[in-house]
């Protein structure tokens, strides 16, 4: 059994609180939030205990294992203390929004030993997995072309945006770490284009709700990445896959499966009217490969290394967005 401690209680700290008490191979001991009460009210609802501070974390031999899903400032401190402390870390995307602090973050750790993972969960979709080892396998020939896309429903609270560090930081950000990894090469230049379509106003703080990333690869293949904030008919994630001898979809999710066909009407059902309905599974999924990489002493699945490079093609986009030029990417440590 891996004895785990969760810190932060919100939103996302409660779905993997419910994945942590759930795991057959995790005993789930303690859950830490800046809210004391929001800390308290989901330890009780896993059997789990509220730490009063992070020293009952980072200063106990109890534990073998931190869940870190605290607010995106706090996440390079305590990668920090977890490598001081011995404990095996999971943590949220992104280690920080200031990438040569991220850099040091991970320098930081990779010196203490600990096995540490960065949690883009969207890896561990069964359908983009199958993707991905259909062209690493070679089944589609030679990768030309990858086609990412992903669409939200309904624009996040402009408050989360401020300190979201933007569409390219906080939703993009997957989709390159996808490209890369399907690829399984690093792509070597970006061009961005963005706007604030749906919403105007975040264009005072520099943000954009519609993208498109185009990357370049160092063979010469080309993926395209389209992100919107708010649509008017659900969430949509999809990825295709062009090669030289076949195409590979993992197609977009409906919420239901069965359409009905009465006479010349036909009634099917729609999208997910979120992301996290539709991406839900692949939370615990990772939270396993986490757990299984620990139990038996195997490389982590998502290193943090891997992390800043998502992070740094992320941090090009940006500047291709405010230069209006390609831009190179630079994932010097």
């Not at 891996?2 to 859950?31: E, M, T, Y």
């Not at 800046?34 to 009210?41: C, E, H, P, T, Y």
């Not at 001081?84 to 203490?112: F, M, N, Q």
């Amino acid at each position: 059994m891996q004895r785990f401690a969760l810190i932060g209680a919100g939103f996302i700290g409660s779905v993997h609180a419910q994945n942590l008490a759930s795991h057959p191979d995790v005993d789930f001991r303690l859950v830490y939030d800046i809210d004391v009460q929001r800390a308290s009210a989901l330890a009780a609802q896993h059997g789990a205990k509220a730490a009063a501070s992070l020293d009952d974390i980072f200063n106990n031999d109890q534990l073998d294992a931190v869940f870190i899903a605290s607010s995106t400032d706090s996440h390079a401190q305590n990668l920090r203390l977890a490598a001081d402390a011995g404990l095996a870390a999971l943590v949220e995307k992104p280690i920080d929004l200031d990438l040569e602090t991220a850099k040091s973050t991970v320098a930081y750790v990779e010196r203490s030993g600990i096995k540490a993972m960065v949690n883009f969960n969207r890896r561990f979709d069964s359908a983009h997995a199958e993707l991905r080892d259909l062209v690493r396998q070679g089944s589609i020939g030679s990768l030309a072309l990858l086609q990412l896309t992903s669409r939200g429903p309904a624009l996040p609270p402009v408050d989360y945006l401020k300190s979201s560090g933007g569409q390219f930081r906080d939703q993009a950000v997957h989709f390159y770490d996808l490209a890369t990894w399907i690829a399984g090469v690093d792509p070597v230049q970006i061009h961005a284009f963005g706007s604030a379509l749906a919403a105007p106003e975040i264009a005072e703080f520099g943000d954009v709700d519609t993208s498109i990333s185009s990357l370049l690869f160092p063979d010469g293949a080309l993926a395209q990445i389209d992100c919107v904030r708010h649509t008017g008919y659900g969430y949509d994630e999809r990825i295709e896959a062009l090669g030289s001898e076949g195409l590979a979809e993992s197609e977009r999710q409906r919420s239901g499966h069965v359409t009905l066909v009465r006479k010349e009407h036909a009634r099917s059902h729609g999208l997910h009217g979120n992301w996290f309905d539709r991406v839900k599974p692949t939370y615990a999924a990772s939270l396993s490969a986490f757990v299984k990489a620990l139990e038996e002493d195997l490389d982590s699945p998502i290193t943090l290394r891997e992390g800043l490079k998502s992070q740094a093609i992320a941090q090009a986009a940006v500047r291709s967005l405010s230069s209006g030029h390609s831009e190179a990417i630079d994932y010097s440590l």
